[in-house]
């Protein structure tokens, strides 16, 4: 690099004549800057719609599902405190008497007698280690032999030289064998008991008692008969549930029954309700209008972002130019530069007039007459000038839901390969997801990583043009300075010799 030299002999200021000289070469590269700008406020949209366009994604993949729309409600009468009840997606509206002939009780068996009565026993250390205490332990205090049992056809193994009493229990409570058991500290008694009620015990998994078995014995001594002193033919019975519904009897392995979707929990004998399952018109009304909301929020950002043109006199502003202007005109500048960036867009025209299509297209799947249009049931636009935007008449939306419900749940939950039978959840949520898909193709992931996206890939050439204009600028600034400098030496050369000429001022 040369030296940059002042205009001493010559009186320039040669600094400022080199500015103004580079600010028209760099002409070309300034446009290749604000271009990159551009893009960047263009790929920030774009980026905006599609936070938008997934969080009506996120809103159609829940409407999805039936469940999320087809909202039933339970009104119950009577002993509530005796029997319980809910309702699901899958209830049909009835009424229903419900009486509770016989709850469903646990299998259980507590040992006798207690397993120990050595006050020194602690259920934390080896069992090896509590040899004396504990009857059936064959060992010498340091080591013992191992043994196994299985409950209701669970096996499970003990290590007397490294498990404790309380290890055991852990393993009988983690394992597969559908009971708890609990030592009870003060009266050194242990009790197992099913988890659930009703007919669930035995390796089947159907039978009324706890089943109990020593597999791996010392002598004649098993663990679960000498330890833990639980005797087999001690162990109570389960029984099952009987619920009368609309006077037909209706039994159970367990308490818990499901009446067309309805689920009915017998808690206490002899209990009785009254139920009523019906549409839960308010809370529907609620979810579709919410995503209606969803879906105009989503319009209304593309239509403002089509529909906003570009004010040509605020171009992006290059470094040069904001180092010239205070922050806040800076500011203020770039708020007008960033408006229209996609002004007539063609990615968001195509994901705009599939949205509208997706809302004005016929929905064969109702099995309806009446009910075949989002209008129909209250969901229109109320003039072109809403570009698509929808409102929903209420009062409509709710007779709708009042005298056809099915096909109003048909309308947003129908999956199909056929445009015109699948639902709107369904359409709006492929309609999205190709729109996010193109936005990410066109504009990646950020404003400003160079990626494999359209704009990714202009950001990353502009950088190289830029690269390449910074390298030819500095080479062309650098031959200015040597241009002045070497004026500067020839002028300063001529005064010298005038100076000896004795014709210097």
């Known amino acids: 690099m040369p030296t940059r030299i002042s205009g001493f002999s010559s009186g320039l200021d040669i600094d400022s004549l080199v500015t103004s000289l580079m600010r028209t070469e760099r002409a070309q590269r300034n446009k290749l800057e604000q271009r990159k700008y551009t893009i960047q406020y263009q790929r920030e949209d774009y980026l905006k719609v599609n936070t938008q366009l997934t969080a009506l994604q996120k809103k159609a993949s829940s409407l999805k599902l039936t469940a999320n729309i087809n909202k039933m409600k339970t009104e119950v009468n009577g002993d509530t405190s005796g029997v319980s009840v809910s309702s699901s997606s899958s209830s049909t509206a009835a009424s229903y008497t419900v009486k509770v002939n016989q709850v469903a009780t646990r299998s259980s068996v507590t040992s006798d007698p207690f397993i120990t009565n050595s006050a020194s026993f602690d259920p934390t250390k080896s069992l090896a280690s509590q040899s004396s205490n504990l009857s059936g332990i064959t060992g010498d205090g340091t080591s013992a032999v191992d043994y196994s049992f299985k409950i209701n056809g669970v096996e499970i193994s003990v290590d007397a030289d490294s498990e404790s009493l309380n290890n055991v229990i852990n393993k009988i409570n983690n394992s597969q064998a559908g009971v708890t058991a609990v030592l009870d500290s003060k009266t050194g008694k242990i009790n197992l008991q099913s988890k659930t009620a009703g007919l669930v015990n035995g390796q089947s998994k159907t039978e009324d008692k706890i089943t109990l078995e020593d597999t791996k014995k010392t002598g004649n001594l098993g663990f679960l008969t000498d330890v833990l002193k639980l005797d087999a033919s001690a162990v109570s019975a389960a029984q099952g549930a009987e619920i009368e519904v609309n006077g037909i009897t209706m039994q159970n392995n367990t308490n818990d029954f499901t009446v067309n979707g309805v689920k009915i929990t017998a808690k206490t004998k002899d209990a009785s309700v009254t139920i009523e399952s019906k549409r839960d018109v308010d809370a529907m009304v609620s979810n579709i209008k919410d995503f209606i909301q969803s879906f105009n929020d989503t319009l209304s950002l593309i239509n403002t972002e089509y529909g906003e043109k570009h004010n040509r006199n605020y171009n992006p502003l290059t470094q040069e130019e904001r180092s010239d202007m205070t922050e806040n005109d800076a500011k203020l500048w770039d708020e007008q530069a960033k408006k229209g960036m996609l002004y007539r867009d063609s990615v968001l025209s195509k994901v705009r007039n599939d949205l509208k299509t997706a809302t004005i297209t016929e929905f064969t799947s109702t099995k309806s007459g009446v009910y075949k249009t989002l209008g129909s049931i209250g969901i229109s636009t109320t003039s072109y000038k809403d570009n698509g935007v929808l409102t929903v008449d209420e009062a409509k939306l709710r007779e709708a839901l009042e005298n056809d419900p099915d096909a109003v749940v048909r309308m947003f939950t ?45 950001i990353k050439n502009i950088n190289l043009k830029m690269a390449d204009w910074d390298t030819l600028l500095n080479k062309k600034e650098d031959a200015y300075y040597k241009k002045f400098g070497a004026m500067e030496s020839a002028i300063q050369k001529y005064q010298s010799q005038l100076s000896s000429l004795g014709l210097g001022g």
Request: aromatic share 6%; no cysteine.
């Open 414 to 458: 129908t999956n199909s390969t056929d445009s015109k039978q699948k639902g709107l959840a369904f359409r709006i949520y492929d309609t999205v997801t190709a729109g996010i898909q193109s936005i990410k193709d066109k504009a990646g992931y950020s404003s400003t990583d160079e990626d494999t996206s359209s704009l990714g890939k202009e």
